[in-house]
Nanobody, 122 residues
Framework: VQLQASGGGLVQAGDSLRLSCAAS????????MAWFRQAPGQEREFVAA????????STANSVKGRFTISRDNAKNTVFLQMNRLKPEDTAFYHC????????????????WGQGTQVTVSS
């Protein structure tokens, strides 16, 4: 399984970005998909996750109300819509997949994408 993240970039505070993570190698429709982020010198942080059906999601308090995770199983792709971005959202964003329910712990995930950089200027 390979996960390819895209959509990052340099934006100003208040702007929006939409990240995508496309999976190849097998269908991940029965996997929980998640986004994590890691800023320089900090630990990897859970952002959001969505279960296989796409109907149930979990979002970190730090981004709740601004970020929305979704998935399109027909395209084997998960998305992260990020609105009202803040400078503290600056990080490298990774997508991940695991067979099972939600987890905020990175070691619980089986597959990882290479990540995409999001930089928010003030």
């Amino acid at each position: 399984v390979q996960l390819q993240a895209s959509g990052g970039g340099l934006v100003q505070a208040g702007d929006s970005l939409r990240l995508s993570c496309a999976a190849s190698g097998r269908s991940l429709s029965d996997y929980t998909m998640a986004w994590f982020r890691q800023a320089p010198g900090q630990e990897r942080e859970f952002v959001a996750a969505v279960m296989g059906s796409g109907l149930t999601t979990s979002t970190a308090n730090s981004v709740k109300g601004r970020f929305t995770i979704s998935r399109d199983n027909a395209k084997n792709t998960v998305f992260l819509q990020m609105n009202r971005l803040k400078p503290e959202d600056t990080a490298f964003y990774h997508c991940a997949a695991r067979r099972g329910g939600f987890s905020e712990r990175p070691p619980r995930y089986d597959y990882w994408g290479q990540g995409t950089q999001v930089t928010v200027s003030s």
